[in-house]
């Protein structure tokens, strides 16, 4: 079932739609380095392993997501995509069925976007999808430049989410089109108590098992469960300037499509 918001100041009286992130996640608790520091070493250290690990995790049904997500985006004919924190392009790639002519992937790791920019190469798609490093939050680009912009399992690794969200709407045309996949938490029994089991103890264990950095599933785990999802991610988006706001849990609410407008 989706969700649309319209308006773009919804009355809000629930408290954790009012102030949902108050703990800060980070992927080294007891290391020093701000959170954006320690995502870039943690995502350098993963990189060779992202692409495995995310299929064994979920069970390969995030290409599927990933799928619906660009249908979405494709309904509205975009010329140009920016897909941030692009890691190892997966997103990127499958946006080529958009018919758009021009694709960038932004990521600030230096290791996923090798592997992206391998990716990207061994594919022939080096003419349609360029790979840029950057920061999400301080974006290069120039206001209104894209007609389409997408985000998979990104958002919730930006140190500051209303800071990364209002530069993305900033270089988004007016009536340009937002499409993030996030995870998010089942909200109904048994779901919701099958998902924490999943997420808590499952999900970190492939993690030590198959991973040389044993914090970063955790911490990949522990951060899809603090993170604001359905209605308080919503009313973030309607906060930053965003209209048309659209939820649509997928596969029985464990991630999240969601779609915006820029007015």
């Not at 946006?95 to 061994?122: F, H, N, Q, R």
Request: charged share 20%; proline share 5%.
């Amino acid at each position: 079932m989706q969700y649309k918001y319209t308006k773009r100041h919804p009355p809000v009286t629930n408290p954790l739609y009012l102030h949902p992130m108050k703990k800060e996640i980070r992927p080294y608790q007891n290391q020093q380095g701000s959170k954006k520091e320690q995502v870039i070493t943690m995502f350098d250290t993963i990189s060779k392993e992202y692409d495995l690990l995310n299929r064994v995790i979920s069970l390969g049904i995030d290409i599927k997501w990933r799928n619906r997500l660009v249908q979405k985006i494709a309904a509205k004919q975009p010329k140009n995509i920016l897909d941030v924190a692009t890691g190892t392009g997966d997103l990127a790639v499958a946006l080529c069925k958009t018919g758009a002519s021009s694709i960038v992937g932004l990521d600030i790791s230096p290791g996923m976007l090798a592997i992206g920019k391998e990716k990207v190469l061994s594919k022939g798609l080096s003419d349609i999808i360029e790979m840029h490093i950057g920061d999400s939050e301080n974006l290069s680009y120039e206001t209104a430049s894209f007609d389409a912009v997408t985000v998979a399992f990104g958002v919730r690794n930006f140190e500051n989410l209303e800071k990364g969200l209002s530069e993305i709407y900033r270089i988004l045309k007016p009536g340009g089109q937002l499409a993030i996949l996030e995870t998010s938490v089942p909200t109904r029994f048994p779901y919701k108590q099958g998902y924490r089991f999943y997420a808590g103890f499952l999900m970190p264990l492939i993690g030590k098992i198959f991973s040389k950095d044993r914090a970063a599933y955790g911490y990949l785990s522990d951060s899809a469960a603090h993170f604001p999802f359905g209605k308080a991610f919503n009313n973030i988006l309607l906060k930053i300037g965003f209209i048309e706001v659209v939820d649509d849990p997928q596969t029985l609410g464990v991630a999240t499509i969601y779609s915006a407008t820029k007015p």
